[in-house]
């Protein structure tokens, strides 16, 4: 399982909602993800979202099984389209790998990061995420609302919508819906840390 701790918080839950987006699978997907995705909605007042997962899987179904099935619908190739698909080209370019695709990945290099060629598209959610969770712990705070300001909200409003609209499983509402309270804080609000 990944490693989610780190020296920045912050860092720390881009991470968590990064795997979280990730296609779920056994390696990752295991009982203390499960717990730090309760204690995380615990800390945030999520009482709601707290009681809507132990119910998602009725008469012992399999968590996995379903999300898998859930994320394909969602994310890859749900019938007759694709519900939610997790590129930011798609929202604001109307095609998939347009020119945003191609400025987000020159933002990336433009900080010294690159992006390995055999990976899925550089305007992915997951490495949008990643990116932000890096920043956050070079404590590159510019970076990080320029990202978010630049690349991030102007197209992640329209996923969650559609992710909240069309998810049958609570699961990829919360996280939509965790994703959007932090990123939205850091841009309007920074998040406080403490430097104790």
Known sequence: MPNFSTADPIAAIYR???????YPEAAWFTDDYL???DGLLDALGGEEERAALPGACPGGRDWLEDLQ????RLFINGVPHTAAPPYGS??????????YSDEILAFYRSLGYSFHKDGDLPDHIVY???????????GNRTGEEEFLRRFFLPWFGMFADRVKG????PFYRIIVT??????KEEEEHGVQRNEA
């Open 166 to 169: 069309q998810a049958h499983h």
């Open 128 to 138: 949008q995420l990643e990116f932000l969770s890096f920043l956050a712990e070079d």
């Open 35 to 37: 717990k730090k995705l």
């Open 69 to 72: 099935v859930e994320y394909t």
């Open 90 to 99: 798609v929202y604001l370019d109307k095609t998939l790998r347009g020119r």
């Open 16 to 22: 968590f909602c990064a795997q979280s987006m990730h």
């Open 178 to 183: 965790i994703i959007d309270f932090f990123t």
